[in-house]
């Protein structure tokens, strides 16, 4: 299968799983910017890599709005978020994302925080969402788990969008 791989990522970690994905596929990854100089007609299947932001996927949003064109092809989303894999609520904040558009088939990979390339605009929400979480003592986990800049992508866990894309 011939694949468009397209991302868009603020801070690098979906832009990272797109360029696995264009390792193992051979082929290259687009970013989201540059969509419009790309002919989709000449492509078999579409993956689109994009960061969540407050549960939205970047780049969802455009993706949906194109399935009318894209009728007949193969079409997969990934979220990358810094929400651990086993997070227990993923699944349902994935039903949200994607469950309207059973189409495009949905996938989530760990990606991280890097509070050093962040825009000052996420910055200071992260830090709201530091304040809140401090006056919860049972999100002490959670507040741990943003306080700093972490890396938490890995290569197997883009292995079932792998997989996907490769079917024949
Ligand atoms: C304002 C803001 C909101 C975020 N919301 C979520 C979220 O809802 N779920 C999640 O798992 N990660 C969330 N994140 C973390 C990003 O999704 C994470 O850093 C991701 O790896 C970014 O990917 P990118 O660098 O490709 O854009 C948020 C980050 C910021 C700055």
Known sequence: MKVLILYSSKTGFSQRYAQWLGEALDCQAVPFKER???????????????????????????LK??????????IAAVAVGCAPMETPDLP??????????????????????????????????????RAALKAQP??????????????????EYLEPVVQWARRP
């Open 92 to 129: 349902e904040s994935m039903e949200k994302l994607f469950g309207v558009t059973p189409e495009i088939k949905g996938f989530y990979c760990q990606g991280g925080l890097d509070y050093e390339h962040m825009g000052a605009v996420d910055r200071a929400m992260m830090a709201a969402l």
């Open 36 to 62: 419009k100089r790309v002919d989709m007609s000449g492509y078999e299947g579409i993956v689109l890599f994009g960061g969540l932001y407050a549960g939205q996927m970047s780049g969802l949003k455009w």
């Open 65 to 74: 709005k194109q399935l009318p064109a894209l009728a007949g092809k193969r």
């Open 138 to 155: 049972d999100q002490a986990d959670m507040l741990e788990g943003i306080s700093r800049s972490f890396d938490g992508s890995k290569r």
